[in-house]
């Protein structure tokens, strides 16, 4: 079992950032991460991803060239960097660990999560 645990959400204005982290109890770097977000009422969906070794990184379309996902010298922790928030990225955001080789998209491809952490983004 791997325990997650996220921080940094909050409240900001459109056009500003966060950080986000995602702290394991155990190294992270046996497992993909990701990050996922949920809005109310709307499916849970995929933010960003890194492979193990943190060479490789995916971002869903709506995030791309704006959230920068990395994992930190400390082999326990992974960060998001979200950068010109919109309104629209109010969300629920959840840290993900895949037991998976690859770096999946799916939620369904990953088996540890987070509680997840709030962010508002106000117009």
């Known amino acids: 079992q791997v325990q997650l645990v996220e921080s940094g959400g909050g409240l900001v204005q459109a056009g500003g950032s966060l950080r986000l982290s995602c702290t394991s109890g155990r190294t992270s770097k046996v497992y993909v991460m990701g990050w996922f977000r949920q809005a109310p009422g709307k499916e849970r969906e995929f933010v960003a991803a890194i492979s193990r070794s943190g060479g490789t990184t995916y971002y869903g379309d709506s995030v791309k060239g704006r959230f920068t996902v990395s994992r930190g010298s400390a082999k326990t922790t992974v960060y998001l960097q979200l950068s010109s928030l919109k309104p629209e990225d109010t969300a629920v955001y959840y840290c993900?660990?895949?037991?998976?080789?690859?770096?999946?998209?799916?939620?369904?491809?990953?088996?540890?999560w987070g509680q997840g952490t709030q962010i508002t983004v106000s117009s």
């Open positions: 993900a660990a895949a037991r998976s080789i690859g770096v999946g998209k799916g939620a369904d491809e990953y088996d540890f």
